[in-house]
Nanobody, 121 residues
Framework: QVQLVESGGGSVQAGGSLRLSCAAY??????MAWFRQPPGKEREGVAL???????NYRDSVKGRFTISRDNVKNTLYLQMDSLKPEDTGMYYC?????????????????WGQGTQVTVSS
């Protein structure tokens, strides 16, 4: 049974940092990604590690967020620095068998339950 378990969310002030983790159980994916869902908005892609190790970010987080992956621990990370109030939302880990999925919700088969990130001004 595939299970993705996120951790590391919390509440911080603007300018602060958080590190999210996503442990994958029963599954070794090819591509993994982070998504977020701001309050009252659609889920959106944040960052993606493709099957070849290449990385994509949404424009608004470039230079502030860093996605990384530990293949030995089967864990995905998201280091978030210089956080802004607009980064507030539920953050989800996602995984898929494909090597080069697009950073859209429909591209990913497996999902975690999410971890809340709240950034206050």
């Amino acid at each position: 049974q595939v299970q993705l378990v996120e951790s590391g969310g919390g509440s911080v002030q603007a300018g602060g940092s958080l590190r999210l983790s996503c442990a994958a159980y029963g599954y070794t994916s090819t591509s993994m990604a982070w998504f977020r869902q701001p309050p009252g908005k659609e889920r959106e892609g944040v960052a993606l590690v493709n099957g070849d190790g290449s990385i994509n970010y949404r424009d608004s987080v470039k230079g502030r967020f860093t996605i990384s992956r530990d293949n030995v621990k089967n864990t995905l990370y998201l280091q978030m620095d210089s956080l802004k109030p607009e980064d507030t939302g539920m953050y989800y880990c996602a995984a898929d068998w494909r090597r080069f999925p697009l950073l859209f919700q429909a591209e990913f088969r497996y999902w975690g339950q999410g971890t809340q990130v709240t950034v206050s001004s």
